[in-house]
């Protein structure tokens, strides 16, 4: 056993070890990426952007004026699973515009209200968000690349506060509307929320990114404290910010290639081979090594179906093996019966292939005076089917040299 693993040991080393001289002229490209472990790979960023409204009396120009943008802020803390996917968590900070119906403000104006029917809350909100890499997903990583091509995917919660210090005195001044209408939602409000979004990363260096984001967030409808119309609320950011990546276990900021042999020993390598040399050589000292082998005689008995006893023409394959055996008088013989596994049953077969070893022994002993010390007798019934081509071939007896040790001398 210790010489077949030596021979496996300095087969496995030989042919990288060969691969690797032969083309060592192209061995930058045989690279792989390193193995990273959990507290690898570890991001944190900071966003600051404008947040617009998509809840009640939201109209395009609305959407896009200025005087209903708010600021939001933001906090990521994430890790890359692989150049292609990360998962991040986001907290935000938002300040949100809410806008009354338009034609109550015209009307309102009618009576001296010159507003235009807005009103402020805030809201906080957590996300924890798939973030596929789709430069690195439809193209090769590459450590060099300055611009990526990000997805966000995200589900989490938020809580909206503030709305009732505010609302009820634009409701107050905006006439037609009844404030109790209203009163079941200006209380503090959490409920779930979904979020997707694209963004665009530029590597400033191999710590620092610089994202541009543009998310769109969906909420239940009352975050801005008017339910009626639509089945939900929602907003939208466009964020910028700066992204630092902690250094991982190697001392780098990024994902790495390593090429075939960096990460390696070599001169572990080395001693492997030669003691692996050294054990070959004190194998091939081995002359005369002791090898227990096993041969099946050419010699076999067959049965009719379902019988046991030895025809005339059968018989005389019993005499050759008994013949062999006075020949070769240092050898002994195991007789091992079958049963062919479409004919009655296991337990029956089981029986059946006793009963044709038990026939074939007693022919050998009284018929041919073979010494049945040295006969073995075994038996598989259907269990073992020697024969796979057609199954009436395993109605049989076969004979099997028992282990005997030969002198054997492995080649130089």
């Known amino acids: 056993?210790?010489?077949?693993?030596?021979?496996?040991?300095?087969?496995?080393?030989?042919?990288?070890?060969?691969?690797?001289?032969?083309?060592?002229?192209?061995?930058?490209?045989?690279?792989?990426?390193?193995?990273?472990?959990?507290?690898?790979?570890?991001?944190?960023?900071?966003?600051?952007?404008?947040?617009?409204?998509?809840?009640?009396?939201?109209?395009?120009?609305?959407?896009?004026?200025?005087?209903?943008?708010?600021?939001?802020?933001?906090?990521?803390?994430?890790?890359?699973?692989?150049?292609?996917?990360?998962?991040?968590?986001?907290?935000?900070?938002?300040?949100?515009?809410?806008?009354?119906?338009?034609?109550?403000?015209?009307?309102?104006?009618?009576?001296?209200?010159?507003?235009?029917?807005?009103?402020?809350?805030?809201?906080?909100?957590?996300?924890?968000?798939?973030?596929?890499?789709?430069?690195?997903?439809?193209?090769?990583?590459?450590?060099?690349?300055?611009?990526?091509?990000?997805?966000?995917?995200?589900?989490?919660?938020?809580?909206?506060?503030?709305?009732?210090?505010?609302?009820?005195?634009?409701?107050?001044?905006?006439?037609?509307?009844?404030?109790?209408?209203?009163?079941?939602?200006?209380?503090?409000?959490?409920?779930?929320?979904?979020?997707?979004?694209?963004?665009a990363s530029y590597m400033l260096n191999k710590y620092f990114d610089i994202n541009l984001e543009a998310l769109l967030s969906v909420t239940d409808d009352g975050l801005d404290g008017i339910r009626y119309d639509d089945k939900y609320d929602g907003w939208t950011n466009l964020n910028l910010g700066l992204v630092y990546h902690f250094v991982d276990h190697y001392g780098d900021?990024?994902?790495?290639?390593?090429?075939?042999?960096?990460?390696?020993?070599?001169?572990?390598?080395?001693?492997?081979?030669?003691?692996?040399?050294?054990?070959?050589?004190?194998?091939?000292?081995e002359k005369n090594a002791k090898i227990k082998q096993r041969r099946i005689l050419d010699m076999t008995v067959s049965f009719i179906i379902d019988k046991y006893y030895i025809t005339d023409v059968q018989k005389r394959n019993v005499e050759a093996v008994a013949n062999y055996m006075k020949e070769h008088p240092g050898v002994n013989v195991t007789i091992c019966g079958f049963a062919d596994v479409e004919t009655a049953y296991p337990a029956y077969n089981m029986r059946l292939s006793k009963r044709r070893v038990t026939s074939v022994f007693n022919m050998l002993v009284n018929e041919f005076g073979v010494d049945p010390n040295r006969l073995s007798i075994d038996y598989k019934g259907d269990v073992v089917q020697p024969y796979s081509l057609k199954n009436e071939w395993n109605r049989v007896v076969v004979f099997a040299l028992d282990e005997y040790e030969t002198e054997s001398v492995i080649s130089e």
Do not use: C
């Not at 009354?100 to 235009?116: D, H, K, P, T």
């Not at 919660?157 to 009732?164: T, Y």
């Not at 634009?170 to 209203?182: A, I, K, N, P, W």
């Open 1 to 199: 056993m210790n010489k077949i693993k030596a021979t496996l040991l300095a087969a496995m080393i030989a042919v990288p070890s060969l691969t690797m001289a032969q083309d060592s002229s192209n061995l930058e490209y045989a690279t792989a990426l390193r193995h990273y472990k959990f507290f690898d790979n570890w991001f944190v960023g900071i966003y600051g952007g404008i947040t617009s409204p998509l809840g009640e009396n939201v109209r395009p120009r609305e959407f896009f004026r200025f005087d209903t943008q708010r600021a939001n802020a933001s906090l990521v803390i994430g890790k890359s699973f692989s150049p292609a996917f990360a998962v991040r968590l986001a907290g935000n900070y938002t300040k949100q515009v809410g806008i009354l119906e338009r034609s109550s403000i015209v009307r309102s104006r009618a009576n001296g209200y010159s507003g235009r029917g807005y009103y402020d809350f805030k809201h906080v909100s957590a996300f924890i968000e798939a973030v596929p890499n789709f430069s690195n997903i439809f193209s090769t990583y590459k450590e060099t690349r300055r611009f990526n091509v990000l997805g966000f995917l995200g589900v989490g919660f938020v809580q909206r506060f503030g709305l009732d210090e505010t609302m009820p005195k634009t409701l107050r001044d905006v006439s037609g509307y009844q404030t109790s209408d209203f009163s079941e939602n200006l209380e503090d409000k959490a409920t779930f929320a979904a979020r997707v979004g694209l963004g």
């Open 253 to 285: 900021h990024r994902f790495k290639y390593r090429t075939a042999g960096l990460d390696y020993d070599l001169s572990d390598i080395q001693r492997k081979v030669n003691d692996a040399r050294k054990d070959l050589e004190d194998a091939k000292k």
